[in-house]
């Protein structure tokens, strides 16, 4: 019974990260299909502002075939899902993972192409591989998933949520947050830094956005489902 509830509790964050696991041995299982996915289902900038919007949602689930990456991926969300989707819901929490994976590739990329084709210079260590490289990965909807805890440290609406817990959010932001500030000046080239911060900006403002919608006088009416 506890365990049936644990899973259900936790049922979003589960589900993604066994979709990561099983798309990941399919494709890689066959060397050349990983590579043929990557450009086939990858998010290419100009190709998504060309109009192939599905590759936004597509290449959430692709990995570029390092196992390190999607090891790395897989912890993270485990910590920060079962560290908030209990609070944040079910529900929510999956369309959060969802809309800030497809929104982080989705700005990245017209903040790729602005630069690349409106201005004549830009900051040499200013990301714009997300124009015609292929990026891929769930970095942006972890990062979503992550941002969207950060409302769970306002304890007059979570009464419920504990010291721990809110340490953990509280530190794996810090962290993210410090990554965001680093990353640009590591010449890391197949991470893509605005993803990450598009995706942790995003997830903030949604979740601000439905706890405020569901709240009154500072006081949260219910559960965010």
């Known amino acids: 019974m506890q365990i049936s509830l644990y899973i259900k509790r936790n049922l979003s964050t589960i589900m993604c990260c066994m979709v990561l696991v099983v798309v990941y041995l399919a494709l890689n ?4 299909l990983s590579i043929e996915s990557a450009g086939a289902f990858g998010n290419i900038g100009e190709k998504v502002i060309s109009g192939e919007f599905y590759r936004l949602f597509t290449a959430i689930w692709l990995e570029n075939g ?5 090891v790395a991926n897989i912890v993270f969300l485990l910590i920060v899902g079962l ?3 209990r609070f944040l819901g079910t529900k929510f929490s999956l369309f959060v993972f969802i809309c800030t994976g497809i929104g ?27 124009y015609d490289s292929i990026l891929l990965g769930a970095s942006g909807a972890i990062n979503g998933v992550l941002g969207a805890s950060l409302i769970l440290l306002y304890e007059p609406w979570f009464p419920g949520i504990s010291r721990a817990r809110m340490g953990v959010i509280l530190f794996l932001n810090v962290m993210a947050i ?8 590591n010449n890391v080239v197949d991470i893509s830094d605005l993803v990450h911060f598009y995706g942790l900006v995003i997830g903030f403002i949604m979740s601000l956005i439905k ?9 949260l009416i219910k559960s965010i489902k």
Do not use: H, Q
């Open 29 to 32: 299982y066959f060397n050349d």
């Open 66 to 70: 390092n196992s390190s990456a999607l």
């Open 83 to 85: 560290s908030s989707e």
């Open 104 to 130: 982080a590739f989705f700005f990245a990329d017209v903040t790729a192409y602005l630069l690349t084709k409106w201005l004549t210079t830009y900051p040499a260590w200013f990301d714009v591989t997300s």
């Open 178 to 185: 410090l990554s965001l500030i680093t990353l640009p000046f």
């Open 211 to 219: 706890v405020l919608c569901e709240s009154r006088n500072g006081v």
